[in-house]
T-cell receptor
Framework: KAGVTQTPRYLIKTRGQQVTLSCSPI?????VSWYQQTPGQGLQFLFE???????NKGNFPGRFSGRQFSNSRSEMNVSTLELGDSALYLC?????????????FGPGTRLLVL | AQSVAQPEDQVNVAEGNPLTVKCTYS??????LFWYVQYPNRGLQFLLK??????LVKGSYGFEAEFNKSQTSFHLKKPSALVSDSALYFC?????????????FGPGTRLSVLP
């Protein structure tokens, strides 16, 4: 079974631009979560989608948004990019997102904002 | 709110020696605990988890972890370290404040296994 895939793997943008990242979960998985990883803040939860609905959101500004499609694929969007948005963005999927389930992570998208 | 601490930023161990990566947690309710490993330029790979039952959990690549409720710890262990075990290790707990649907991660511990 294929793992979680994320595209693109690397991205360079300039301040003020916007960016869209894509995540395809493991087949059959309906819950998709997004995390931001930076050297200073570590791994932080962004949001979680299940059945095309945002079920949970971390403490990030409204510039960070996402959506999920009927095939469970998810995208996250960051508008008006800031230098501090440079990070590794990780997507994780699980069957239904319940507390006992394991989340499986993709390789991440590394975003550099100049 | 749930929290996870990994008191050591870096752990160095000689190949063939046992290794321990420490994790302590603070949760309300039942603790659901996980260990992940991250290799350079890679995502997180699942190692093992504790949900309930036996306090000694066995996972991938020969790793195991011991859940200790009285000490609120979930230390990761391996009897004999390999150079290929060198990586960044994260302990995580389910966040009940958000209905258990996301992780709260520790800051990570960098493990270096020296040949």
């Amino acid at each position: 079974k294929a793992g979680v895939t994320q595209t693109p793997r690397y991205l360079i943008k300039t301040r003020g631009q916007q960016v869209t990242l894509s995540c395809s979960p493991i087949s059959g998985h309906r819950s998709v979560s997004w995390y931001q990883q930076t050297p200073g803040q570590g791994l932080q939860f962004l949001f979680e989608y299940f059945s095309e609905t945002q079920r949970n959101k971390g403490n990030f500004p409204g510039r960070f948004s996402g959506r999920q499609f009927s095939n469970s694929r998810s995208e996250m969007n960051v508008s008006t990019l800031e230098l501090g948005d440079s990070a590794l963005y990780l997507c994780a999927s699980s069957l239904a997102g319940t507390s006992q389930e394991t989340q499986y992570f993709g390789p991440g998208t590394r975003l550099l904002v100049l | 709110a749930q929290s996870v601490a990994q008191p050591e930023d870096q752990v160095n161990v000689a190949e063939g020696n046992p290794l321990t990566v420490k994790c302590t947690y603070s949760v309300s309710g039942n603790p659901y605990l996980f260990w992940y490993v991250q290799y350079p330029n890679r995502g997180l790979q699942f190692l093992l988890k504790y949900i309930t039952g036996d306090n000694l959990v066995k996972g991938s690549y020969g790793f195991e972890a011991e859940f200790n409720k009285s000490q609120t710890s979930f230390h990761l262990k391996k009897p004999s370290a390999l150079v290929s075990d060198s990586a960044l290790y994260f302990c995580a707990v389910r966040d009940w404040d958000n209905y258990g649907q996301n992780f709260v991660f520790g800051p990570g511990t960098r493990l270096s296994v020296l040949p």
